[in-house]
């Protein structure tokens, strides 16, 4: 395809000549499916409700007709278009974008996001802007202090609309939506459409028209973009199982995602231990401590980010051919963000789970959900493992063969085959070479775990799995059913009327401790305060977690109960 058949192509979509030719200075070659659905609807005054996996040009599917309906406009201080996206690192890059796309109109935005001073932002904003792109806490902030006005808004973006509500930000957009004029436009852009998702379209859309595009079909002979697999492993053997997995797959770039901040920093360290250049990330990390992990992951100087799902929010990492779940999800919305990260655009990827025996009945669940199949291997062997490396080895040697600076060693050889034959000197050079680069694979077979057929197939005798939360009335008590040994009971200081329902404290506990769900017991939800049984031996870590993170936005103090 030849330039004039591109621009003519984002032309024909609506879009302005000069921005269809500035699409093409970028080196874009034709719209993707969510642009072709998106732009001419939004462009003609629509609200949207758009379902479209990460990485499917969803960014510019926005962007470009906001820039468009804003070319000629006359310019004030006041933003006309506000985009919501909820981490930093999101907002940095969905600025970054409208920027790029809209130099031929000089258009004026601004990313405000938690992190940088604050009195940077409402500089910026009192010399004037006209696209703001924010996080929704920061812009709830610079809406109370009346530094940021929304009166003048037209058009109000959602940008990854379900990883903002899993955030906790439900209450932040409400409050800033009703402060943005009832005539605007309204667009939404998730990758999942939970029902969440709709009640908010259904307060805050006018009529919108629902776009969904579906996971790409591959051509027949043609892989998945994305080869998803899984390994079953006692929970004993996990760490040994990663470390097998790594050495076999040799990822270029790698998200390790793991579910709490203990499990990021210990998992972390004891890879770096094991000679691999891991780095962590997680929320208890301050943004100067973000940017340097970011730029040695991106630089090349580390391979491995083990991160938990929280800090990941809104990474975009060109070269990652990997993502690992070093537990499984335990929503199918999380499994399809994480593994999102790759296979974008041309690029394949890889994702893998690493799941204990009594996690296998989640990985169903996410199968049904995804609609696509994983494939369950076993971990590699001692024996396969040496081969692997031997291998590696032997492609390393053969590149040295051809290096023109041999003849500067024909000297020691002479010198060694006087004591030695020439094939004890060729197997001591090669044994010290495949030493040094790769280490001799010594380590006792990981036992393998089957993948039980009911779980597969799906078992529909006894209770198993069965879910207990049903909402968050004041009074409910439910019992996820733990059947550990001694319990303590955790006072949580907050309740209904903060929209705390039990789903939240197990999801907070399981997601930022080492229990899991069914580890928790008794949860009684009052109106203004809360109670939670836990393993009396974890009692101390669920307060310190609870009390470090927040339940649907809220800052909470956990403590035992003292009655």
């Known amino acids: ?77 006041k933003p006309t278009a506000l985009v919501l ?32 001073p604050i009195g940077r932002q409402i500089s910026a904003l009192k010399r004037g802007v006209d696209i703001v792109v924010a996080t929704p806490g920061r812009a709830l902030d610079l809406l109370q202090r009346g530094t940021l006005s929304l009166s003048e808004v037209q058009t109000v973006v959602l940008d990854e609309a379900d990883e903002m509500l899993d955030m906790g930000f439900a209450e932040d957009i409400e409050a800033i939506l009703e402060q943005a004029p009832s005539e605007r436009q309204t667009v939404m852009f998730s990758a999942t459409m939970p029902k969440r998702i709709l009640r908010i379209a259904k307060a805050h859309l006018r009529d919108p028209l629902r776009i969904e595009i579906p996971r790409e079909v591959q051509d027949e002979g043609e892989g998945p973009k994305i080869q998803q697999t899984a390994y079953i ?57 973000r940017d340097r992990v970011m730029g040695r992951l991106r630089s090349g100087n580390a391979e491995l980010l083990v991160a938990t799902d929280v800090a990941a929010r809104g990474l975009d990492i060109d070269h990652l051919t990997h993502v690992i779940n070093f537990d499984v999800p335990a929503a199918p919305e999380s499994y399809v963000h994480r593994i999102g990260r790759v296979g974008r655009g041309d690029r394949r990827g890889v994702a893998i789970t690493i799941a204990e025996p009594r996690e296998q009945r989640l990985l169903r669940t996410i199968e049904r959900s995804i609609r696509q199949r ?44 006087v004591d030695f034959n020439i094939d004890q000197v060729t197997l001591a050079a090669i044994k010290m070479a495949h030493l040094a680069t790769v280490g001799e694979a010594g380590e006792a077979d990981i036992p393998q775990v089957e993948f039980s057929s009911s779980e597969r197939h799906g078992d ?11 909402g968050g009335r004041a009074g ?28 939240d404290v197990v999801g907070a506990i399981a997601n930022e ?41 809220k800052k909470v103090k956990a403590r035992r109960d003292r009655h």
Not at 484 to 502: C, D, N, T, Y
């Open 85 to 116: 996206a909820p981490t930093r690192e999101l907002c940095m890059q969905v600025a970054e974008a409208v920027h790029r796309y809209g130099r031929p109109f000089g258009m004026r935005t601004l990313p405000v996001y938690g992190g940088q």
């Open 233 to 289: 492993v006692s929970r004993a053997h996990k760490v040994a199982a990663l470390g097998r997995i790594l050495d076999v797959e040799a990822p270029t770039a790698a998200l390790v995602f793991c579910r709490t901040r203990d499990e990021v920093d210990q998992l972390a360290e004891t890879l770096n231990g094991r000679g691999y250049r891991a780095e962590g990330l997680h929320g208890g990390m301050d943004q100067a401590q």
């Open 476 to 503: 409910q008590k439910i019992r996820p059913g733990s059947s550990r040994g001694k319990m303590q009971r955790l006072f949580i200081s907050a309740g209904a009327e903060a929209g705390i329902r039990p789903q």
């Open 513 to 553: 401790t080492t229990l899991a769900g069914s580890d928790v017991g008794v949860i009684d939800i009052s109106a203004r305060f809360s109670t939670v049984e836990v393993p009396a031996d974890s009692a101390k870590e669920v307060i310190a977690a609870l009390s470090a993170t927040r339940i649907k936005g």
């Open 374 to 417: 994983i494939d369950i291997a076993k971990v590699p062997t001692s024996a396969e493992l040496r081969e692997r490396r031997l291998t590696a080895t032997r492609n390393n040697l053969a590149r040295i063969c051809l290096d023109e600076d041999l003849d500067d060693y024909r000297g020691l050889l002479g010198s060694l085959t």
């Open 460 to 470: 529909r005798g006894g209770n198993r799995g069965k879910s207990s939360t049903r």
């Open 1 to 77: 395809m030849d330039a004039t058949e591109t621009v003519n192509e984002f032309a024909q979509l609506g879009l302005r000549t000069e921005l269809a030719e500035s699409l093409t200075q970028l080196g874009y070659e034709a719209p993707t499916p969510i642009q072709r659905s998106a732009i001419p609807q939004m462009l003609a005054g629509k609200d949207l409700l758009c379902q479209a996996a990460t990485g499917t040009g969803k960014t510019a599917a926005f962007a470009l007709p906001l820039l468009n309906q804003r070319a000629e406009w006359e310019r004030g201080k």
